[in-house]
Nanobody, 127 residues
């Protein structure tokens, strides 16, 4: 499995960005995809999760109402639309894939339990 994340960049507070994560290497039917991020000096944290094919989504509280995770099954790609960006959103954003991500996303299990990670894409939000 390969995950290729892209779309990061330098923006100003209030701007928008859309991240993409192109997945390949297997059939992802009913798998879960998620975005995590790691801000400077902080632990990696959950951002948003989507269940492939079903489209059900979950968001971390800091991004609710501003970020939207979606998937294009035909392209095997997951997106993270980020609106109203804040300086505290500055981080490296990683996409993740596994058959079940609930416990990692909830924080019960460590990120090292995730089967597949993308390489990360840097988002910098200036004030």
């Amino acid at each position: 499995v390969q995950l290729q994340a892209s779309g990061g960049g330098l923006v100003q507070a209030g701007d928008s960005l859309r991240l993409s994560c192109a997945a390949s290497g297997r059939t992802f039917s009913n798998w879960e995809m998620a975005w995590f991020r790691r801000a400077p000096g902080k632990e990696r944290e959950f951002v948003a999760r989507i269940t492939w094919n079903l489209g059900s989504t979950v968001y971390a509280d800091p991004v609710k109402g501003r970020f939207t995770i979606s998937s294009d099954d035909a392209k095997n790609t997951v997106y993270l639309q980020m609106n109203s960006l804040k300086p505290e959103d500055t981080a490296i954003y990683y996409c993740a894939a596994d058959s079940f991500l609930y416990y990692v996303c909830s924080g019960r299990d460590p990120p090292s339990d995730v089967a597949h990670w993308g390489q990360g894409t840097l988002v910098t939000v200036s004030s």
